[in-house]
Nanobody
């Protein structure tokens, strides 16, 4: 199995920046993709961004294109989400997740880190 631990969340003012980190451990050699999701109170969990582990191909939700950047450090088994130009509507719990090579779905999830965008 894979264990995922998010960090880097916190309180930031609108227009500010924040970088989230997700450290993976366990069967990391079997990971094919890692992604970021978020869930605001009363809302369903939504996809934010993803990156393939082998070639760093990226995919973004439309509402974060041009503002967020996902990246990975294979040596550290860590994926990052650089968030710029943050908006109040970005306030949510952010989760990282991993897709294993034998799966078409996200198999493992972290416990989440709170991001609050407020003046």
């Amino acid at each position: 199995q894979v264990q995922l631990v998010e960090s880097g969340g916190g309180l930031v003012q609108p227009g500010g920046s924040l970088r989230l980190s997700c450290a993976a451990s366990g069967r990391t050699l079997s990971m094919s993709r890692m992604g970021w999701f978020r869930q605001a109170p009363g809302k369903e969990r939504e996809f934010v961004a993803a990156i393939t582990w082998s070639r760093s191909n990226t995919n973004y939700a439309d509402f974060v294109k041009g503002r967020f950047t996902i990246s990975r450090d294979s040596a550290r088994n860590t994926v990052y989400l650089q968030m710029n130009s943050l908006k109040p509507e970005d306030t949510a719990v952010y989760y990282c997740a991993a897709v294993m090579s034998s799966s078409w779905q996200y198999d493992y999830w972290g416990q989440g880190t709170q991001v609050t965008v407020s003046a």
